[in-house]
C-alpha cells in the first residue's frame, strides 16, 4: 500500500467478506464505496423507506469523510443507485439536503438488485481536497 494512502472502515459485514474499504484517500482523491443502509449491528436500516435509507447511507458517507480529512463540501461527484426509479425524487431530496450547497455531479440510475434485497439504494461519493 503506497504510504500516503488511507482507508477507513464502517463496519459492514461486507468489509472484510469481499475485501473493500468504506472510503480510500489517495493523495488529495478520495473514493466513496457503494454505501447501503447498515445499520452498527449489521442489519438494514430503514427496511421498505428510500428516504430514511438514503438518510443513513449519507451520513455513514459523511462520517468516512470526516475520518479521511474531508467534508461534503469537498465532495465533486455522487453516484445514487435505486432498485425503484420511482423513489428518485425522495432520495433526490435528501441528497439536496446533504449536498443542496455543493451540488456535486451526480447520476441516478436503477438496477435490479443490491447484495441484500431490503436495499432500496445505495451512494458513491468522490471527492477532492485542495492542495
Known amino acids: 500500500m503506497a504510504t500516503d494512502r488511507k482507508q477507513v472502515l464502517s463496519g459492514s459485514p461486507y468489509e472484510s467478506v469481499v475485501g473493500f474499504s468504506r472510503g480510500t484517500r489517495a493523495g488529495k482523491f478520495i473514493a466513496i464505496s457503494g454505501t447501503a443502509a447498515i445499520g452498527p449491528d449489521g442489519k438494514t436500516v430503514g427496511i421498505g423507506n428510500a428516504e430514511a435509507q438514503a438518510r443513513h447511507c449519507l451520513n455513514i458517507i459523511k462520517n468516512a469523510l ?66
Open 66 to 131: 470526516v475520518e479521511l480529512g474531508a467534508g461534503l463540501e469537498h465532495v465533486y461527484r455522487t453516484r445514487t443507485i435505486l432498485t425503484n426509479i420511482n423513489d428518485w425524487d425522495a432520495v433526490a431530496r435528501v441528497h439536496g439536503e446533504f449536498f443542496g450547497d455543493v451540488k456535486p455531479a451526480n447520476t441516478i440510475m436503477q438496477v435490479s438488485r443490491f447484495i441484500d434485497p431490503d436495499w432500496l439504494v445505495e451512494f458513491e461519493a468522490d471527492a477532492l481536497l485542495e492542495d
